[in-house]
């Protein structure tokens, strides 16, 4: 069941006069895709818990998977603002479960085209853009996630390489993928023992266990288990000891399209809300005749429109070469509060028909909480952006 959404025309970034032709050709190359490719089939793959492969290389088809990325690898050029409409447009499908799925691959792109092995990138990366291997990055544990330099996975030096163990918690796509970017510690306790390596699997040692959630229903989420699975020397991604530089730098362009992500969603959540508003009677009256929800609209917009002016800039200026961890993450948590408030006001618009699996506002309230935890708790965010921003004694 699909249910009819009322533009909003302040929540419509790609109608901004300042994009370029090329910009509008992304997002309305994406939007097509997300309407035809994703839409028809989402309720059967939440149902399923995942979703085809043919989908990542539909995607590729259309440029999505390789944007931002080296186009001597097969990706294709485009800034940061480009990369953010084209998630809006996915966005558009209604599910963050189906993003989550199909671009796994991308938070663990970066990494490898910065600094991975050239046989690695010259094997792997044109294939992940292409869509026709699957990728995920496997950072988190279940002894903790946020304080990524205690984690306790060990890689040990053996003939030939390393051979990892240990194991990781939450992992994206960590069911299906044929390349995982793994973090692990070779000798030293602290943060400058973490490094990253390459998995191609199936191998020997690599078991994995599907993990049952909330919502992202249809995005596959694994526990694996590493025992003594053997990568070449030339797995290592980067320099040895370097693996949390990577892992950090590469939170900031994760956290920035999270947080465009929630807003885009948010979007969809009021725009189905404001069509059921107009339609549906209560007291001799359609919702939208009553104050009280008109409010809720405007207080919907408001809670959107200053972060997504917020991320414009962010994205202009990353590609300026400024690196603002701090807003970025403040942004998230922005976002996400966004989305939170959004969601919850928009299923309660809906009444009984926003608590059934029948409305995209349904399905993006079940993915709030994944939203202010995945990528960096809010507090860790917090946290982060206190130090960057010199807030701290
Ligand atoms: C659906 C899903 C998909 C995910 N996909 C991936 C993936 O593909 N790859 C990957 O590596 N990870 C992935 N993650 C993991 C995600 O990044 C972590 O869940 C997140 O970083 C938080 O780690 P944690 O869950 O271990 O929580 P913990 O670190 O145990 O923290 C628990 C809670 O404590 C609070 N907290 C933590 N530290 C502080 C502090 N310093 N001050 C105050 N409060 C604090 C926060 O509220 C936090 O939510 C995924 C998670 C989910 C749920």
Redesign the pocket.
Known sequence: MHFPRQPIAALQPALWPSQSATQRAVYEATQRFAQHALVPHLERWERQGGIPREVHAEAAAIGVLGLGFPEAYGGVPADTWTRALATWALCGAGSGGVI?ALM?HS?MVWPLAAAASERVKRSLLPALLQGKLIG?????????????ARLQTRAERCPGGWRLRGS???????MRADVLLI?ARGGDPGSQGLSLFVVEAPAEGLERYP?E?T??LC?D?AAIHLDGVFVPHDALVGDEGRGLGLILQNFNAERLLMAVQALALASVCAEEALAWAWTRNTFGAPLIAHQVIRHKFARMVQSILGPLHWARSLCDRIDQGEVPAGEIALLKNAATQALREVADQSVQILGGQGYLRASASERIYREV??M?????????MY?LAARQLGLEP
């Open positions: 989550a796994s938070i995920a990055l496997a950072v988190t544990e279940a002894s903790g996630g946020s304080d990524v990781k918690m939450y992992i994206t796509s960590g973090a993990l959630k919502g992202w995005s989420t909480k994944v202010m935890i995945g990528g960096g708790a809010e507090e860790v946290e």
